[in-house]
């Protein structure tokens, strides 16, 4: 109940963070490909799912969202400064790729010795270590290469025409 919990608290501050149903579903499209990852390597691994582990996919899903939440608001700025969303999707991807990765990288790095250790308890920290690690690796593909292709199709672009609602990119601007 509470890894449920803590996806639908999520959700709900993307929404309020973005102000946008859309914005908001493309963000949390990182949580599905992040759990990917983290029982791919629980598997590899051959670890089981414990408390530690959901423990993992908790702060996984946090580091997840956060770098869905990079990109996406450097997009929202680039649509406030008049670009197309295929441009500002674009642009994202290339000048938020080192932040993204960063975050990345520094959490997997913090978490590597949990992964490795054989000390006393170890076998606590072990599926925690492993869930974040291996999440993150999908995520962050996600994050780089899905998400600035879907932020078009998302904004109105790519299926019914429709133009993004100024909403969507006036609210988080107020929140800065």
């Known amino acids: 109940i509470v890894v449920p919990a803590a996806l639908?608290?999520?959700?709900a501050l993307l929404f309020i963070m973005f102000g946008s149903l859309r914005l908001?579903?493309?963000?949390?499209v990182n949580v599905p490909f992040a759990a990917?990852?983290?029982?791919?390597?629980?598997?590899?691994?051959?670890?089981?799912?414990?408390?530690?582990?959901?423990v993992g996919f908790i702060a996984l899903f946090g580091i997840a969202?956060?770098?869905?939440?990079?990109?996406?608001?450097?997009?929202?700025?680039?649509r406030l400064a008049g670009k197309?969303?295929?441009a500002a999707a674009r642009e994202a991807a290339m000048i938020r790729l080192r932040p993204v990765l960063m975050t990345a990288t520094v959490a997997s790095l913090g978490f590597l010795p949990m992964a490795v250790s054989t000390s006393a308890g170890a076998e606590v920290q072990r599926?925690?270590?492993?869930?974040?690690?291996?999440?993150?690796?999908?995520?962050?593909?996600?994050?780089?290469?899905?998400?600035?292709?879907?932020?078009?199709?998302?904004?109105?672009?790519?299926?019914?025409?429709?133009q993004e609602k100024p909403a969507d990119t006036v609210r988080l601007r107020a929140a800065e």
């Open 127 to 162: 599926p925690l270590a492993t869930v974040v690690i291996g999440g993150l690796v999908t995520a962050t593909m996600l994050t780089l290469l899905v998400l600035p292709s879907l932020y078009p199709w998302i904004a109105g672009r790519g299926g019914k025409g429709q």
């Open 65 to 78: 969202v956060l770098n869905g939440v990079v990109l996406v608001s450097y997009i929202v700025e680039q």
């Open 36 to 54: 990917t990852g983290g029982v791919l390597a629980l598997w590899l691994r051959g670890l089981p799912f414990s408390i530690s582990a959901a």
């Open 24 to 28: 908001s579903a493309l963000i949390f």
């Open 8 to 11: 639908a608290l999520i959700f």
């Open 84 to 86: 197309d969303p295929m």
